[in-house]
């Protein structure tokens, strides 16, 4: 479970490069407010592509918000110098993002379940999906357990069935 820095007795915020599928998911979930409270958002410029590149009339809600903090500097457009990943292994918004983590050392919000599992088990990066957020703010006493367990089943089409389980158990021992 990711923790957050304690400075000084304030919250500094943790760096986290952020794939198009953890923001879909954080939406999807209503808790885009939270990865606002504990990342430094920094979404390479692919990212931003997949995120903002529908035309209106057609322009999802999450496009907006997306699109007005990053205007509003709550999120970097942040880009890696270099490309590791192998193009066939994942979506380009995920390689952005898993380089980007990787380069810098920052954490990944990724919650594509294949992307996810490489950057934490091949790269060595703390990898951070939408339920496991929701792990860290239950934990963190910024939402109650049964609103975490109610805004974690609005994934469950959209999220790895393990990454679910896992974050559904962790919930329910919450004190």
């Not at 975490?148 to 994934?155: D, F, G, Q, T, V």
């Amino acid at each position: 479970m990711m923790h957050m820095q304690e400075r000084g007795g304030t919250s500094e915020k943790t760096p986290a490069a952020m794939d198009t599928s953890f923001w879909t998911a954080a939406c999807h979930a209503e808790s885009e407010g939270y990865a606002l409270r504990l990342f430094a958002l920094h979404a390479p410029e692919v990212v931003v592509e997949e995120i903002e590149s529908e035309e209106p009339p057609r322009v999802r809600p999450k496009a907006v918000l997306f699109q007005q903090l990053r205007e509003a500097g709550l999120i970097s457009v942040t880009n890696s110098t270099r490309s590791k990943l192998r193009d066939d292994l994942f979506h380009r918004g995920e390689r952005a993002t898993l380089d980007l983590a990787d380069e810098r050392k920052w954490h990944a919000l990724i919650n594509e379940q294949k992307a996810h599992d490489y950057g934490r088990d091949i790269l060595g990066l703390q990898a951070v999906s939408a339920p496991e957020m929701l792990v860290t703010v239950v934990f963190a006493g910024f939402l109650g357990k049964q609103e975490a367990l109610h805004l974690l089943r609005k994934l469950s089409n959209i999220t790895h069935a393990q990454l679910m389980q896992d974050a559904t158990r962790l919930i329910e021992r919450a004190p």
